[in-house]
């Protein structure tokens, strides 16, 4: 008797022996096929980056200005009962003084005899200034009547502005002429063995305004 039932018990062993051995291996895959079961959600990202201009670039980025300001714009209302609009920033902001390099013409590199090369540079630019908005935060906003936005906007192009003017008033342009002087004449002494001479450009005035 014990023995007939043991091996009728067999054949049900194997089966839910195999069960489980299967359950193991594809039951993952079972529980993703069901609509119910909760998944991670799976991001998908198309790129169709086209290259659409290639620039060569020679300039020489001689000087750094880094800036700290309190900015207060206002704009006044559109009706008169109406309070203005106010706007308070505090910005942090940078300019930069640099040569162009491309703008220099052979007649400009001119040799003296076997000691001395005389090299005429263009004029210094300031070839980038901005807000840096990292450094930069709104302190706070007034009767803006929905149009915060724009009216933070208007004072982050004001500050913009007032950097590259302060930049332009601190002397950058003529900082970027002697850091230009220090780099280079070292430089072109290493490379021709000559003694260098840099001198600047001259530049025409413009035509006189009217008053």
Known sequence: M???LVRRL?????????????WRKIGATLAGLNPLTP?????TVTHNTVLTQVEALGRLELVRYR???????????KYPFLPDAKAALV???????????????PQDVTFEGDSVVRLT???PELCAFQVNHNESRVFSTENGFFQDASLVDEAYRYAEAQVRKSALQSGILAETQRNAQQILVPMLRTLTGRRVIVGQRLVAPGPARKM
């Open 67 to 77: 800036f700290k300001d309190v900015v207060e714009y206002k704009r006044s209302a």
């Open 39 to 43: 998944r991670e959600p799976q991001v």
């Open 10 to 22: 067999i054949p049900l062993l194997i089966l839910v022996t195999l069960g489980v051995f299967l």
């Open 2 to 4: 014990l023995p007939r």
């Open 91 to 105: 910005v942090g902001g940078e300019a930069v003084g640099c040569l162009d390099l491309r703008k220099i013409r």
């Open 121 to 123: 540079l263009p004029e």
